[in-house]
Structures are given as C-alpha cells and as structure tokens.
C-alpha cells in the first residue's frame, strides 16, 4: 500500500544511509531516516516507534510504501518487499515504455494525420495536395520509415542542405511543412523536441527575405504574343486556355479547371 506518513518531513532531516544490519537497526535510538543506500529507509520516530519505509518513484513522482514496524517485521522480510516492489515497479515501467515505443508513428505515418488535421483550415485544394506531394518527394524518401522519435537534427539537415542553395523556395517549404509535422508529434508527446525548429537555424544559411516576381510583358505587346502562340505546337485547348486568362484576367487555376 502507498500512503504518506506524517512523521517523515520531519524525520526527512536526518537521514542516515549505510548499509542496515540486524545490529545497527537494533541500536538506532535518535530520531530519522536510516537507509541501506537503496530504497528501504527504517523511520526511527523515537525508541521504540521504528517502522519500514520504502521510498519509490512511479510515473515521475515519489511515493512512500510502509510495510509494518519493527520487530515485527524484520530486516529480511522488509528487504524482500523492497525488493519485490522494484522488480514490479521496473517490469510495469518496461511495459508501459514498450507501449508507448509501439505506438510512436513513423514520420510518413505522422505526415498524413498532420495533413488531415490541418487540410480543413486550407481553402485552395490545390494547395492541400501540393502540402503532401511536396513531403512525399523531398523528406520522404529519407525520412518516411523512420520512427519520429528516432529522427535527428542530422536527418532533418540532410533533407534541406542539398537543395537549401539550388532550390531555396522548395527547400523553405520542405522544411516550413516537416516542421509542422514534428511540431504535431512533439504536442502529442511522441517526442521531446522539434528538431526541425530553431534549432538548426545555425546550419543553414540565411535566405533573401524577397523573391524576384515573374518578368511582367507590356500591355502593347500581348496582342503579338496571342499571335505567336496562336501559330505555336501547342493543342488547341491549351492556347485557348491561355488566351482566356489573358482577356479575361481570371486566375489560371479558375480557366485550367472550368468545366
């Protein structure tokens, strides 16, 4: 049974460890704690009033488990408690580790469900499609069966360092949406760091904040470019895509899927 025992804040503050013996508890007469170096404590509240305490720590928090007082109970018998309760402690301790490593998704696995949390935020399905195609592509490859827990800053670096100076908008997004999927392990506590964040800002070098625009044709012009692509190669319905978007000045993705 775990319970708290009142006397032992007090008795906290001297605590004696070495190794107990049949002898030494039976000379204990001042007040304390007197462990064997591990976790079996004998609580001296005064001569008399001695009892067996162990002192454990289960989920991240310490607990105290008495086991009756002495003589009653003797050195032997509490050492074989103690000991039972550490062997139990660590098989459910082991247990509960083993659940929680089968548990942790691979990256893909974690890519998907992050997609399908954020997709209902995205009005442009295009853009939805893009998220995951760009991750498929680039951090898939490398990352995709590993286990989330088990990805490092190196791995994340050897997605982003060759295409980081050759491609640097597609480089952006790899790393802006890989984070984004470590970021939703790290709030479901499968890891205890994003190592996609600040943390590998050093590694990488910094990006121009602006980015060229696409070289714009003067309005007199257009009329000479609709010409020339008229008598191009291309199909009938692409050249008439194309001079739909002009004279109507809708976006591509309205005249690419007009039914």
Not at 18 to 33: D, E, F, H, N, P
Not at 40 to 67: C, H, M, N, P
Not at 71 to 81: E, M, R, T
Not at 159 to 182: D, F, M, S
């Amino acid at each position: 049974m775990v319970f708290s025992i009142p006397a032992l804040a007090q008795l906290a503050r001297w605590v004696n460890v070495g190794k107990l013996s049949a002898a030494r508890v039976k000379s204990i007469t001042k007040r304390g704690l007197y462990g064997d170096g591990g976790t079996l404590y004998l609580a001296a509240a005064k001569r008399g009033s001695e009892s067996w305490v162990q002192r454990v720590t289960i989920d991240g928090k310490r607990r105290d488990i008495g086991f009756g007082g002495f003589p009653q109970v003797g050195l032997a018998a509490a050492g074989q408690k103690a000991m039972g309760n550490c062997t139990a402690i660590a098989a459910e301790h082991n247990l509960i580790a083993h659940r929680r490593r089968s548990s942790v998704p691979t990256f893909a696995v974690a890519a998907r469900r992050t997609h399908a949390t954020l997709k209902p935020r995205w009005r442009n399905g295009e853009h939805a499609d893009s998220w995951m195609q760009t991750l498929e592509c680039h951090a898939s490859p490398a990352l995709g069966g590993l286990s989330v827990d088990r990805i490092e800053r190196a791995d994340v670096l050897a997605v982003l360092t060759p295409i980081w100076g050759t491609r640097p908008e597609t480089a952006r997004r790899v790393r802006q949406r890989g984070r984004a999927v470590l970021q939703w392990v790290w709030a479901h506590g499968f890891i205890a760091e994003n190592v996609a964040g600040e943390a590998i800002d050093g590694a990488l070098p910094a990006m121009p904040a602006v980015k060229a625009h696409l070289r714009a044709l003067p309005y007199r012009d257009v009329a000479a470019a609709l010409d020339t692509i008229g008598a191009s190669l291309a199909s009938l319905s692409a050249k008439a895509c194309l001079r739909f978007v002009v004279l109507t000045a809708c976006r591509s993705g309205e005249a690419r899927l007009a039914k």
